[in-house]
């Protein structure tokens, strides 16, 4: 119906401004629902003239105007009513309700009057709904009215008074206004346009009428290269602005390096004042500057009846105005880009970190340079830390015509030579004008000053980014984030390396152990594992004479030495005469500057960083002994030697180790004893992966533990570390089987897992991540039980996780607790990661004590096969509560060898005891330890 109305209006004429109107043209209204009266007041004249009522029905003026001040409580009476079904705010003069609404009648800025409606009290939707019927009603009379001139009215030539009150009047709007602070990029970049636009136009319509201009417009600089156009003028596209109008934009434009017409956003509006265009005489452009900076341009086509120096004048004075707001719009609108870009980078750098691949990095890199930086064609060249050659390059985008990325050897100097030192490498005519510019994948290292010849400002590899339309410009500070960016990725990268890194030495290890029996070729395997996975150039290993006086150098790489006796360094001299003394690592940052070596003679080819290895073994013996020295020297990257290298070179330092001193026994036992002294070997290799003591653990934890295998080597293993969150992790493991096989698949689960507790601290994660490579090495018929449990040392809160391994025993708060195992398969028997497996948590009190078993222990039989039992078991651990651990271990050794008297073992066994001091007994606990061998 209310549609039906408004178009029926609609074909009516124009209707004059100062003639009453006639009643019938309104006569529609009277199917309104509700309705009882109009009327139609405006003014008679411009600009001043006074408002008089030009259409009033069925009412006269009288009654209208005092339903007007009547309706002035509308307010109360919605509140005061507000759960009654219908809304008014009048009465007529026979005492009916009545509701008076009002819509005003605005023309170019321009106040004309106002329709008055008159109904009956009306429900709350229905009130808004004839609300938007009237408004939409006073747009289509506005239409209707008739003006007399192209404009209501002219301006004075000069009304300096009334362009001062124009000026203030836009100040306080300026002061008033604000922008959009949250949201996507993309989304934010189209609001603040929306904003501007809004804005600049209404500001550029009011200046046009002030000053009588047929064209204005006004540039705005924004973040991230922006660049915001408003244009005023007698059409509404870019396209149909005339020639002479758009080549002057084009040079002002260029001419501050604010982009092209085709570059950055423009708006151009239609004025309704000038329907067709008139010609000017000039243009005068304003350069809003604030501090020293462009933040935009005003422009204005001045008209030949215009008064030049007046507009000039004043125009100067709102360009200041303008250039404060343009200022401060930019600085509040970069601070919020910033805000987004970390936001952004810091979520691409969490999701990168998860990353131990180098392909999903750079895919997720290459998307956000895409959706942050709008760069959509470029590539990507990876250099390994501990290499001078690309490894992996990756092209995104269309490349433009004529670039190759084939790069020569020499190319690849000049590369580095470009990015490396430099933040940032724009290159003009590099590759044939197709590069804008490289950008490093630089490391944050902090370069000392003392070293010698300092390589840590090199990067990892470079972007270049194509000279390519598609590509967006980038000014500083987006370079800036750009290379906020590539350092988060710099740091995945060399995660992703270092991880595949620790993968390759488990293989290595592997391929190391199958060749203990053949000197020459274990040692050459081993050089290469060393070199490859520390970065050397240099290495060199040393062997101990068999009197023990001095050592000789068994094989080098990269050293200007001969092999043999001919060097010769005693023990206790030299570098590595010193460590095979001490019997400890020796990491040192910068030889030269070693009190301790300045006056070495035979080793004065070590220089910068060196890390120096005892080759430790427990052959023949009950205590370590020193077989021999690893020295590494000259690390590619220049880099110091970290705490990480000293512990991947003592693990392979105990294979050789072990290896050759068995190897020399080999020689006076061949033939019926090989078979003994492979089996030593294996005991001895399998006693250095268990722990020795326990002296360095939290002062609030006990711990002692012991295995004793069926045979000669066994398939049991427990170990304790510290992970890096500094929880304890214990862990308690069986491998299916016994003798050599359970042995050497033993070592690979227990380097297994100490590799993964590196990465990760969580149960779960490691559980799964171990069954994953252990599906890689072990048979069908083999698998491994293992129980693990962390402890916070501070609070006691502790949480276990088991792969087919349990129960755990425990004493907590003087009660036996059985923690039961939560459900897990044995490793190396399913391909899943970790859906298997589960974590539960328990919290331990001081005293509070846990013991860790095997099987070997409850299924220890007596004479008359009777098992020793999990009763007894519990039994004895609730009786040995009060007692240290090393006795708690002892007692239950003691009881199983009594239990089966002159009886073999018939399985491995091994028991681990842990006993939380809590905070209140650290003070006073002395120190427990003991060593817990294989025996």
């Given at each position: 119906m209310k549609i039906v109305l408004l178009n029926s209006l609609k074909k009516t004429s124009e209707i004059p401004l100062n003639e009453t109107w006639e009643a019938e043209t309104f006569q529609f209204?009277?199917?309104?629902?509700g309705f009882l009266g109009v009327a139609i007041r405006n003014r008679q004249a411009f600009p001043y003239g006074e408002f008089k009522f030009c259409l009033n029905y069925p009412f006269d003026s009288q009654t209208f105007l005092e339903l007007v001040n009547r309706s002035d409580k509308f307010k109360s009476f919605l509140d005061g009513e507000a759960s009654s079904e219908e809304l008014f705010n009048a009465y007529l003069s026979d005492g009916r309700k009545t509701l008076v609404i009002f819509s005003p009648l605005i023309k170019e800025d321009i106040y004309l009057g106002e329709v008055i409606l008159v109904l009956r009290p009306l429900e709350i939707p229905a009130f808004q709904e004839m609300s938007l019927f009237l408004d939409l009603f006073s747009q289509i009379v506005v239409g209707k009215i008739q003006t007399k001139s192209r404009r209501m009215f002219k301006r004075k030539p000069v009304e300096e008074f009334r362009d001062l009150d124009f000026i203030i009047g836009l100040h306080r709007k300026w002061t008033q206004s604000e922008t959009t602070f949250s949201g996507d990029m993309k989304d934010i970049l189209d609001l603040w346009f929306n904003e501007d636009v809004s804005y600049l136009s209404h500001f550029l319509s009011g200046l046009q009428r002030q000053f009588d201009l047929e064209t204005v417009f006004a540039i705005q600089k924004v973040p991230l290269s922006q660049t915001h156009l408003v244009v005023n003028s007698y059409v509404d596209s870019c396209e149909s602005l005339s020639n002479v109008i758009k080549d002057s934009l084009e040079d002002f434009l260029a001419h501050e390096s604010f982009g092209t017409l085709s570059t950055i956003r423009v708006k151009v509006q239609k004025t309704l004042f000038f329907p067709t265009p008139e010609p000017f005489s000039s243009c005068l452009s304003f350069i809003c500057e604030a501090g020293g900076t462009h933040f935009g341009m005003l422009g204005i086509f001045i008209r030949k009846d215009a008064d030049f120096h007046h507009v000039s004048k004043v125009i100067t004075v709102l360009t200041n105005h303008l250039a404060f707001r343009f200022a401060h719009l930019f600085q509040l609108r970069r601070q919020e880009v910033r805000r987004i870009f970390f936001q952004k980078i810091s979520s691409v750098g969490s999701k990168i970190a998860f990353s131990v691949e180098i392909e999903p990095i750079i895919e997720m890199l290459v998307q956000a340079l895409g959706s942050l930086f709008g760069i959509h064609a470029g590539?990507?060249?990876?250099?390994?830390?501990?290499?001078?050659?690309?490894?992996?390059?990756?092209?995104?985008?269309?490349p433009p015509e004529g670039f190759n990325l084939q790069i020569s050897s020499d190319s690849m100097g000049e590369l580095r030579k470009n990015v490396f030192g430099s933040r940032i490498y724009k290159t003009p005519g590099y590759f044939g004008n197709t590069v804008r510019c490289i950008v490093p994948f630089q490391p944050i290292y902090q370069s000392k000053e003392d070293l010698k010849d300092p390589i840590f400002d090199k990067s990892i590899g470079s972007l270049l980014v194509f000279e390519s339309p598609v590509n967006t410009p980038l000014d500083d500070e987006a370079f800036d984030m750009l290379m906020i960016l590539l350092n988060n990725v710099c740091g995945?990268?060399?995660?992703?390396?270092?991880?595949?890194?620790?993968?390759?030495?488990?293989?290595?290890?592997?391929?190391?152990?199958?060749?203990?029996?053949?000197?020459?070729?274990?040692?050459?395997?081993?050089?290469?594992?060393?070199?490859?996975?520390?970065?050397?150039?240099?290495?060199?290993?040393?062997?101990?004479?068999?009197?023990?006086?001095?050592l000789v150098l068994e094989q080098s790489e990269g050293l200007p030495l001969d092999s043999g006796e001919s060097f010769k360094i005693k023990v206790g001299e030299e570098i590595s005469g010193y460590?095979?003394?001490?019997?400890?690592?020796?990491?040192?940052?910068?030889?030269?500057?070693?009190?301790?070596?300045?006056?070495?003679?035979?080793?004065?080819?070590?220089?910068g960083p060196l890390l120096s290895v005892p080759l430790i073994s427990l052959a023949r013996s009950a205590h370590s002994r020193v077989v021999g020295v690893i020295n590494v020297n000259h690390k590619l990257n220049g880099l110091p030697f970290s705490k990480q290298d000293q512990i991947l070179l003592e693990t392979i330092a105990h294979i050789p180790?072990?290896?050759?001193?068995?190897?020399?026994?080999?020689?006076?036992?061949?033939?019926?004893?090989?078979?003994?002294?492979?089996?030593?070997?294996?005991?001895?290799?399998?006693?250095?992966?268990?722990?020795?003591?326990?002296?360095?653990?939290?002062?609030?934890?006990?711990?002692?533990?012991?295995?004793?295998?069926?045979r000669r080597v066994g398939g049991d293993f427990f170990d304790v570390n510290l992970l890096s969150d500094g929880d304890l992790l214990l862990s308690i493991g069986d491998v299916s089987g016994k003798d050599m096989p359970a042995a050497l698949l033993m070592a690979a689960t227990l380097t297994f897992q100490r590799t993964v507790a590196q990465d990760t601290v969580d149960l779960v994660e490691i559980l799964g991540k171990m069954n994953k490579n252990l599906r890689k090495v072990i048979d069908d018929y083999?698998?491994?039980?293992?129980?693990?449990?962390?402890?916070?040392?501070?609070?006691?809160?502790?949480?276990?996780?088991?792969?087919?391994?349990?129960?755990l025993l425990a004493v907590l708060n003087g009660n036996l607790t059985e923690i039961p195992s939560p459900s897990g398969s044995p490793l190396g028997v399913w391909e899943s990661e970790s859906s298997r497996f589960k974590a539960v948590s328990f919290h331990l009190s001081e005293n509070d004590v846990l013991l860790f078993f095997t099987d070997g222990l409850a299924d220890q039989k007596r004479s008359d096969e009777e098992m020793f039992g999990y009763e007894r078991i519990k039994d004895l651990l609730f009786s040995s509560r009060y007692e240290r651990t090393q006795q708690i271990v002892d007692l239950f050794f003691g009881a199983s060898n009594e239990w089966r008297s002159k009886n073999d073992l018939s399985d491995d066994l091994t028991i681990m005891a842990l006993k939380f001091l809590g905070n209140e007994s650290i003070a006073s606990k002395q120190n427990e330890f003991g060593s817990a061998p294989l025996s």
């Open positions: 209204l009277n199917d309104l629902p590539a990507i060249c990876l250099i390994h830390p501990g290499s001078a050659e690309i490894e992996k390059t990756h092209v995104f985008g269309n995945a990268l060399l995660s992703a390396w270092n991880y595949q890194e620790k993968i390759d030495t488990i293989r290595s290890l592997e391929s190391l152990i199958n060749k203990l029996s053949d000197k020459k070729t274990m040692l050459d395997e081993m050089m290469g594992i060393i070199q490859r996975f520390l970065m050397v150039k240099c290495c060199s290993l040393l062997t101990l004479l068999p009197d023990s006086s001095s460590v095979a003394l001490k019997g400890e690592t020796l990491r040192i940052e910068s030889v030269e500057d070693d009190p301790r070596f300045k006056n070495c003679v035979k080793e004065n080819f070590f220089k180790a072990v290896a050759l001193d068995n190897m020399q026994l080999s020689v006076a036992k061949r033939d019926q004893e090989l078979l003994t002294v492979q089996l030593n070997a294996a005991k001895e290799i399998q006693a250095g992966f268990l722990p020795k003591s326990f002296k360095n653990l939290p002062s609030s934890v006990s711990i002692y533990g012991k295995s004793e295998p069926a083999h698998f491994v039980t293992l129980m693990l449990v962390k402890i916070n040392p501070n609070t006691g809160e502790a949480t276990m996780a088991s792969a087919g391994h349990g129960p």
